[in-house]
């Protein structure tokens, strides 16, 4: 097994798929030890607290991978499910729409993004 910051986050990725929540994400931490703007792994753990209902958590792994990648579609898409969940609907709209305007055909929008 390898331990190198992208091997770490896809461990951490089929964790998630599992439903391996804690395994994740105790993985995906790993990974952002050695790489904290790895925006993908950001995204994932944001999954992994979402589905933890630690949504506060999420929003700020979501955020960060915007500030690394502003055009992020999943990270815009994952957040404004966040949003959702905690009844920011404002919010929740603004990230769609960007996504939206990002993805036209809404690939991912119809296909869910995680």
Do not use: C, H
């Not at 815009?76 to 990002?102: F, P, Q, S, V, W």
């Amino acid at each position: 097994m390898n331990n190198d910051g992208p091997s770490l986050a896809n461990q951490g990725e089929i964790f998630y798929v599992q439903g391996q929540y804690e395994d994740a994400l105790k993985t995906l931490n790993r990974s952002l030890e050695i790489d904290p703007n790895n925006s993908e792994a950001l995204i994932s753990r944001g999954s992994t607290y979402s589905q933890m209902k630690r949504y506060e958590e999420a929003l700020v792994d979501f955020n960060k991978a915007l500030e690394i990648r502003p055009d992020n579609i999943k990270a815009l898409i994952n957040r404004g499910a966040t949003y959702t969940r905690l009844k920011r609907y404002d919010e929740a709209i603004k990230d769609t729409n960007r996504a939206r305007e990002l993805d036209p055909t809404y690939k991912l929008l119809r296909n869910g993004a995680k």
